[in-house]
Nanobody, 123 residues
Framework: VQLQASGGGLVQAGDSLRLSCAASGRTFSSYAMAWFRQIPGKEREFVAHISRSGGSAWNADSVKGRFTISRDNTKNTVYLQMNRLSAEDTAVYYC?????????????????WGQGTLVTVSS
């Protein structure tokens, strides 16, 4: 599967932004999906995960209550709604897909990665 992330940009602190990740192929619903981010100078970190059906989702503590992951299997797309953004959320955001039956917050669990989209939050 090929992943194309989009929706990044420059926003002000407190603003909202929605990222999208479009997947190629006809088996999108076979993959659990996740968002990761890489803050400048730091390692890539887990942000959010959603199950194949979309019925189960969870976030990292750092974004809990502010970010929401969702998916539309009819559009082969996963989303990350980001609210109340702060400068600490400035990062390149990556979507990832896995065919593993069980997956979580570790990078090695994901087989496919998008190219990343940059989110910059000015304070």
């Amino acid at each position: 599967v090929q992943l194309q992330a989009s929706g990044g940009g420059l926003v002000q602190a407190g603003d909202s932004l929605r990222l999208s990740c479009a997947a190629s192929g006809r088996t999108f619903s076979s993959y659990a999906m996740a968002w990761f981010r890489q803050i400048p100078g730091k390692e890539r970190e887990f942000v959010a995960h959603i199950s194949r059906s979309g019925g189960s989702a969870w976030n990292a503590d750092s974004v809990k209550g502010r970010f929401t992951i969702s998916r539309d299997n009819t559009k082969n797309t996963v989303y990350l709604q980001m609210n109340r953004l702060s400068a600490e959320d400035t990062a390149v955001y990556y979507c990832a897909a896995t065919s593993r039956l069980l997956s979580g917050m570790r990078e090695f669990e994901y087989e496919y990665w998008g190219q990343g989209t940059l989110v910059t939050v000015s304070s």
